[in-house]
């Protein structure tokens, strides 16, 4: 999985938008709170459990089964920072799904700051990608997972047709 490494001095002393910026999520739905480091390959994200969030359980943990939605939303941010940077419009994509992701805890901790770290893997031409990603919380990685993408040219006729299936 990625190996832990202090991001570049560039990579720290760089401001991103803010995330609302970056992602369509909005409202409850958007769980990434900060891009703390970004490059061509690679992002970092912050994300922080909120005791009252909808997905809160009894403890006000988030379950791990919403770490595969954090990954998925660092990918978003990647994608969408290296569209800005290169003065394209952003498109939308969907998640087509996880391979081995594991949970190494049953939820991320009430009030927690989770770092959620993707690595592209692939990227192709046509939109499909993946990403290895790892969440962590006080260096500890807690989950972990390859996540597959794409990104369709056209998103309204893709969805379109998925209904006629």
Known sequence: MIQSSPPSQNA?????????EILPHRGTMRLIDAVLACDDESLTAQAHVQN???YANADGAM???IGIELMA??????VGLLEMRAGNKMRPGVLLGSQRYQAH???????????????ELLRGEEGHGAYECIIRHDE??????????????????????????
């Open 52 to 54: 009252d969030a909808w």
């Open 73 to 78: 939303q660092a990918i978003a941010a990647h």
């Open 105 to 119: 805890i049953p939820a991320f901790a009430r009030d927690a700051l989770l770092r959620i770290e993707v690595k």
């Open 63 to 65: 379950p791990a089964w």
């Open 12 to 20: 720290e002393r760089e401001a991103f938008p803010p995330v609302e």
């Open 140 to 165: 500890l990685v807690i989950a972990e997972a390859v996540i597959k993408v794409f990104r369709p040219r056209d998103f309204q006729s893709f969805i379109e047709e998925g209904f006629r299936s």
